[in-house]
């Protein structure tokens, strides 16, 4: 399955070149617009050692810049339509209070943010650091409904290193971004900070199934298929939809994961699996 939207994976890298956090109208773009067509980002040499390139963050944003225009259909199509499903079962797990603050970092399109705009939230914050995935998340908010439009705020930032303040929002949500992140135990570690005492946090990510013929179809449908037809609906020479199952097989697994949420000092630290263990969805506590 493609990077999906709250994965703008895209959270990794430094803050903008002004030093700070932008709106997403107010960035400069590093490329011609949305969409845009590039060279090879990953070698295949560079994906077998991903999660340890040091380039790692340029090369995600620079990634995601080139499959910016078509990354919602290659999110439909190659989850089957699930993936909105996800986030919605995200949403539900984040328990949105009336007047809470969200903050969805990785956002991407803004699939996650605007799911969390349709509650009770009083207001939602969009953070990614890939100026072309915030125009197209503008250009769809500038379509809905204005009482929920009024809700969102788009901001170029970055995940380890969040342009908000300390014990700001009540829930943080990353969505198919956390493995993307050069160092996630710095981002959890920030995800902690921003949150207030009894805030939630909730990320999606991708998972291996543990029931043998389902992991072996998955390995072949996001490992095989699903790169070769991403790339020909996306036109991608970045390599993006290589990058996807490389990046999932090679990162922390479930209990990996759980532990390092538990090390930034979260509390009840829990995870559920979706549509047969491809997905799963954690949701842990800032303690008082």
């Known amino acids: 399955m493609p990077p999906t939207t709250d994965e703008s994976a895209r959270s990794t890298n430094p803050p903008p070149p002004s030093g700070g956090a932008e709106t997403a109208k107010g960035t400069t773009p ?7 067509r590039e060279d090879t980002v990953w070698s295949d040499t560079d994906l077998e ?15 995601f810049a080139s499959i910016a225009r078509s990354y919602d259909l290659n999110n439909r199509v190659h989850s089957l339509w699930r993936d909105q499903a996800w986030r919605r079962f995200a949403v539900r797990q984040a328990e949105v209070r009336e007047g809470d603050t969200v903050a969805d970092i990785a956002c991407g399109t803004g699939d996650l943010t605007e799911a969390f705009a349709r509650t009770p939230a009083a207001k939602v914050i969009g953070i990614d650091f890939t100026h072309e995935m915030l125009q197209l998340a503008d250009v769809k908010k500038e379509r809905r409904d204005p009482g929920l439009a009024s809700k969102i705020t788009y901001i170029r930032g970055d995940a380890q290193r969040l342009p908000l303040a300390d014990a700001s929002c ?3 949500s990353i969505a198919f971004g956390i493995r993307n992140v050069q160092e996630p135990e710095l981002a959890l570690a920030e995800f902690f900070r921003v949150l207030k005492p009894g805030g939630r946090l909730v990320i999606l990510e991708f998972d291996r199934p543990r029931f043998a013929p389902i992991r072996w179809g998955n390995d072949f449908y ?5 790169p070769r037809t991403a790339t020909l609906i996306s036109r991608d020479r970045s390599g993006a939809y290589r990058y996807l199952p490389k990046s999932v ?15 930034a000092g979260f509390a009840n630290a829990r995870a559920r699996s979706l549509t047969l263990g491809i997905v799963a969805c954690y949701r842990a506590l800032r303690s008082a």
């Open 170 to 172: 009540d829930v943080v």
């Open 49 to 63: 050692t991903l999660h340890q390139d040091d380039q790692k963050a340029e090369k995600v944003r620079r990634m």
């Open 30 to 36: 590093p490329h011609s617009g949305p969409g845009n």
């Open 249 to 263: 097989g090679s990162f922390m697994s479930r209990n990996e994961l759980l532990s390092a949420i538990g090390r």
């Open 222 to 226: 996001a490992g095989w298929l699903m």
